[in-house]
């Protein structure tokens, strides 16, 4: 049987040499972490590599992701469908190894890493699936849901702000089957950290309510087995391993510097490293009895068979439990969900309300709340604004974690990361709120929302200078456009209450992407609509006022903008005049050229587009012959209906803009 160390060791030997085949890579987290991987994946991790979705696995988040070597030499070890070809292929084009671990590509991770701190956030997402989906369904004598989610991170994850919010809101709800450990090798891009992070990051992790296991030596096979079992022993609150190691270890001239962080180490030095190693194996050449001393599948399959038969007789006594349990965990919504989607956006059209957007939108939580038990709500310290509350909603404590809303506090980027591991971890839908304005605290978990291509849910509110008075700080002007620049994010403005409801109804239905929500502070007036109209609008881009002939002019607007381009239209009576309706430009681009072309006929290039947001995106649709009523500035403090007449949103000014482009 080989020794830990030399199961270790081939983590290294495979690390070094696909980073220098790669020409490309950090060898130095591998390298270090390796003894801390080779216990918990052969001792402890619950996983089944024949079975990488199995629901009841622990989840590992390789949080410094830039490590990417050492998920990649896990999963081919432990069999994964990572074959020794693939490792030969990392940081290559189409290959299962790119050089950061992404979700999609390879199977065995969990979550896309790299832009450091993200990792935790999402681990802190798993976790808190976890203890949910534990409170909603497990029964007595039958904890179905029971699994862990280990993190690995490094100085640059803890040094990252996002690590501060997510850890903290883990600490308050007490998550305890979350077991991080911190790879403390003192050493990042630039060198020794000393001069630029001098935390004390155990007493820091303290006091956020974790448990912290101090001083664990990371090349100790027994300290890393103890501190994982004491870690475990702690149910009511997460722990923090904190394993002084050495970057790189086994780099004989290179170890515990910056110069292994993020170079191939080089032939010489990885020579010199496999006679300090005493690894006298060729490249990517794994001895048979190390290979299969590390061979997960046997174990795994044990393991998904118990938690199979625990199931099914869990499925004896509670069917309907578990046949909830196996629709959500499948992503599937409820069978009765189109008839009572479509029912209620009827009822609305049949019903003109005139509200603000963020009240339609909290309207459409408590009529689509009562048949998702999947919903998983929050807010970022808004929800009186933001108006995500609903009278279904119960919030998560770490006493009682059986609720479907998180109260997020003031952390807008921690909410967003976090909400991607929800997503990730599956049986949720998750949904999250801030202002539009304080999405840019959160772009990044976002962007990263679009990449894995999960179903999230951001719900932004106070879309435009028409929040008012609290001036330019909180009045998004460009943010709208920089999401719709999102490669997979769908993104809607809706004008209405109806508009409002199809938007949440499409933003739920999509499962290959997240979705943005976006809503208005101000009241605005509901469109009447034909039943035509009312399908049309989950094409995202629609005519909602036609004219008997071919028209000499089209309006495009958003949000409280259609309203303002419904007006204009009407005193623009000797003209004939279209007005579109346009809350999703990403769903619009995505309908056919046929559908679009009727939309827009490309003969009528004498259109407008009015929006309450940065004017340069509507070139794309008005061309260069249009005009666009929109921000070029940054907003005011003042009442909105004084800044929209300041700005040109006005019933006046559109139809003066219209006038000049038709004389």
Request: proline share 5%; net charge negative.
């Amino acid at each position: 049987m080989p020794t830990r160390q030399q199961q270790a060791n081939a983590i290294r030997a495979l690390s070094m040499d696909a980073v220098q085949k790669a020409k490309s890579g950090h060898p130095g987290a591998p390298m270090g972490m390796a003894d801390i991987a080779q216990v918990l994946w052969c001792d402890h991790l619950k996983h089944n590599p024949s079975n990488p979705q199995w629901a009841n696995r622990d989840r590992f988040v390789l949080s410094n992701g830039h490590g990417s070597m050492l998920i990649y030499s896990l999963l081919h070890l432990t069999g994964y469908d990572v074959s020794i070809d693939d490792l030969k292929n990392f940081r290559q084009l189409h290959s299962k190894t790119p050089g950061h671990p992404e979700y999609g590509y390879t199977d065995g991770v969990e979550t896309t890493t790299g832009p450091l701190g993200q990792g935790i956030a999402n681990a802190v997402g798993f976790a808190i699936a976890e203890k949910t989906l534990a409170a909603q369904f497990n029964r007595e004598q039958f904890d179905i849901v029971d699994h862990y989610t280990w993190v690995f991170m490094g100085d640059g994850c803890l040094m990252e702000g996002i690590s501060h919010e997510a850890c903290s809101l883990a600490g308050t709800l007490g998550l305890g089957k979350l077991i991080a450990f911190w790879d403390d090798n003192g050493i990042s891009i630039d060198g020794h950290v000393e001069g630029w992070f001098s935390d004390d990051t155990p007493a820091r992790f303290e006091a956020y309510g974790w448990h912290v296991v101090r001083d664990v030596d990371g090349h100790n096979p027994e300290q890393i087995e103890a501190a994982i079992n004491e870690a475990k022993a702690q149910t009511s609150k997460p722990t923090l391993i904190c394993t002084k190691t050495v970057i790189g270890y086994g780099s004989p001239n290179k170890s515990g510097s910056h110069d292994c962080h993020g170079a191939p180490l080089g032939d010489d030095e990885i020579s010199a490293a496999r006679q300090f190693l005493n690894w006298p194996h060729a490249p990517f050449d794994i001895p048979e009895d190390i290979r299969q001393s590390w061979n997960a599948n046997e174990q795994g399959k044990q393991q998904e068979s118990q938690w199979l038969a625990l199931f099914n007789e869990y499925a004896q006594q509670h069917p309907e439990l578990a046949k909830e349990f196996e629709r959500r965990n499948n992503g599937k919504l409820p069978e009765n969900w189109q008839q009572h989607t479509q029912q209620y956006i009827e009822q609305l059209q049949a019903n003109p309300e005139n509200i603000a957007t963020r009240k339609a939108s909290q309207n459409c939580l408590e009529a689509y709340g009562p048949i998702l038990p999947e919903f998983l709500g929050g807010s970022a310290d808004l929800a009186g604004s933001n108006l995500t509350l609903w009278s279904g909603a119960k919030g998560i404590s770490a006493d009682d974690a059986s609720g479907n809303y998180l109260y997020y506090g003031v952390r807008e980027f921690g909410m967003s990361a976090i909400m991607n591991g929800i997503a990730l971890h599956g049986g949720f839908v998750p949904y999250g709120a801030t202002f539009l304005m304080f999405m840019e605290y959160a772009r990044n978990a976002v962007r990263m929302a679009a990449l894995m291509k999960q179903r999230n849910i951001f719900v932004y509110t106070h879309d435009s200078i028409g929040l008012g008075e609290d001036g330019p700080t909180h009045q998004p002007v460009e943010q709208l456009a920089s999401l719709r620049a999102t490669p997979n994010l769908y993104n809607w403005r809706p004008c209405d209450a109806v508009e409002s409801a199809v938007a949440w109804k499409m933003a739920i239905e999509r499962t290959e992407g997240p979705t943005t929500l976006t809503f208005t502070r101000q009241g605005l007036a509901q469109q009447p609509r034909d039943a035509q109209q009312l399908r049309n609008i989950a094409r995202g881009g629609y005519i909602l006022k036609d004219c008997e002939q071919h028209p000499d002019i089209i309006f495009i607007a958003t949000g409280s903008e259609v309203e303002l381009a419904m007006a204009a239209a009407e005193q623009l009576s000797d003209k004939n005049v279209r007005v579109i309706s346009m809350p999703c430009t990403d769903a619009f681009d995505a309908q056919s050229e046929e559908y679009r072309n009727s939309v827009l006929p490309k003969d009528v290039t004498a259109r407008v587009a009015i929006e309450a947001g940065i004017a340069d995106f509507w070139y794309k649709y008005v061309g260069l012959e249009g005009r666009v009523i929109g921000m070029t500035t940054f907003g005011e403090s003042a009442p909105a209906d004084q800044l929209f007449k300041l700005f040109g949103f006005t019933v006046e000014n559109a139809v003066k803009v219209a006038r000049e482009l038709l004389d």
